[in-house]
Every structure is written in C-alpha cells, then in structure tokens.
C-alpha cells in the first residue's frame, strides 16, 4: 500500500536561508511524486513531480527535490528562502494502474514559516 | 486557459441537509478526482470520475457521492450531512489520469461549514 511520511510538521527558516522539507515514501511499484504548495486560502499548486526520469527535479520558484530511492526519500530544497514561500507544502504519491486512477496519497502536510 | 473552477465557494448547511457542489476541470482534461480536506485527517481522496464514469472510490461512506457530465464538468453530492463533513473540498482535473505522473490541477475549493 502506499504511505507518505512528512517527518516535520513545522519548519521555520530565516529568509535567505536553505529550506529542507523532508517526505520518505513507501510504495509497491515505481511510484510518481509529487510536491504541492497551498497557500492559506487557495488551492494547491505543483511545485514538481518526479516520474522515473532524472532523479533530481527542479520545480518552480527554484524548489528542487531528489529521488532517493535506497533511502524511499523525496526531500523538498530551496537554496534560499523568501518571505513569500510561507506556506503548507505536501509530499504526495501516486501509482498507475486501473486501481489507482485519479488518486493522489497526501503527507500530512509541513508548515513552512519564513521569518524575516 | 482557464484553471478548475469550483461553485460556490462557501457554503453553511444544517445537520441532515444536503449539498452539491460542482467543479469545472481544465477545457481538455477528462478526469475529474475529488478530496476532502480536514484539520485532522488532512487531504483524502474521495472518488474520480472520467468520460461519465466513476473510475476509483475512497474509503468514504455511501452519502458522498457523485457525477460526471459529457462537459466533463463534475458534482458531488453529500446528504444527510453530519458536523464531520465540515471541510474544505477540492476537485482537480487531469488530462487522463492512468499514465504515471499524470497531474493534477486543483481548483480553489469549496469550504462547507456544517451546523
């Protein structure tokens, strides 16, 4: 079955400072990845997806993320962080196949606060 | 291209009433999925829809349910409706949604208060 751990529920970083955002999967196949942001009142947005190609995606507003997949990790990274990335950001995982059509697994989610 | 739109955005129902909301997806995408989400059980996937047909159920109970029109445009529907089912409901459309890595484009949600 598949899971996804976000083992932080809250980061805070100082801006211009790195972020890490740490997500360990579990999965029966080569799963897709995801990252998502949502900001407070608006819907979720993808920051990048992994599918199998490079192992490490680069993502809008500079976010990129690494396939490690001995460790089953996708840990979100911004090398520094502005006041506007202020927000809940989710690690999320699908399969393929006809019994996983249209269905994303969410992490719990991590509150990214930027402090000036 | 206009992104998913979701009608109406807020809504306030009493205990055993119903609710529909409606979703339109992306001109072109076929597959229409549906979450809820909550403060304690987060984003859970709710069911998809694609070329009018329910494709793939959460775990949910038999009050939720939904529809898919030949637009593609979607609604779901809730009745009997329980304070638990206070949360916000976000629907996405994808282009076909069985390849890996197929994306989801989420529309801003319909925040449901249930008194």
């Known amino acids: 079955a598949q899971s996804v751990t976000q083992l932080d529920s809250h980061v805070s970083v100082s801006e211009g400072t790195p972020v890490l955002l740490r997500c360990n999967y579990s999965s029966s196949y080569s799963p897709s990845l995801f990252w998502y942001v949502q900001h407070p009142n608006k819907g979720l947005q993808l920051l990048l997806k992994y599918t199998s190609a490079a192992t490490l995606v680069k993502g809008i507003n500079g976010f990129e993320a690494e396939f490690k997949k001995s460790e089953t990790s996708f840990h979100l990274t911004k090398p520094s962080a502005h006041m506007s990335d202020a927000a809940e950001y989710f690690c999320v995982v699908s399969e393929s196949g006809s019994g996983n059509t249209g269905k994303l697994i969410f992490g719990q989610g991590t509150t990214l606060q930027v402090k000036p | 291209k206009a992104g998913v739109t979701q009608t109406p ?107």
């Open chain 2, 9 to 115: 955005r807020y809504l306030i129902k009493t205990r055993g009433q119903q609710v529909t909301l409606s979703c339109s997806p992306i001109s072109g995408h076929r597959s229409v999925s549906w979450y809820q989400q909550t403060p304690g059980q987060g984003l859970q996937f709710l069911f998809e829809y694609f070329s009018e047909t329910q494709r793939n159920k959460g775990n949910f109970p038999g009050r939720f349910s939904g529809r898919q029109f030949s637009n593609s445009r979607s609604e779901m529907n809730v009745s009997t409706l329980e304070l638990g089912d206070s949360a916000l409901y976000l629907c996405a459309s994808s282009l076909a949604s069985t390849t890996r890595g197929d994306e989801q484009f989420f529309g801003p949600g319909t925040r449901l208060t249930v008194l």
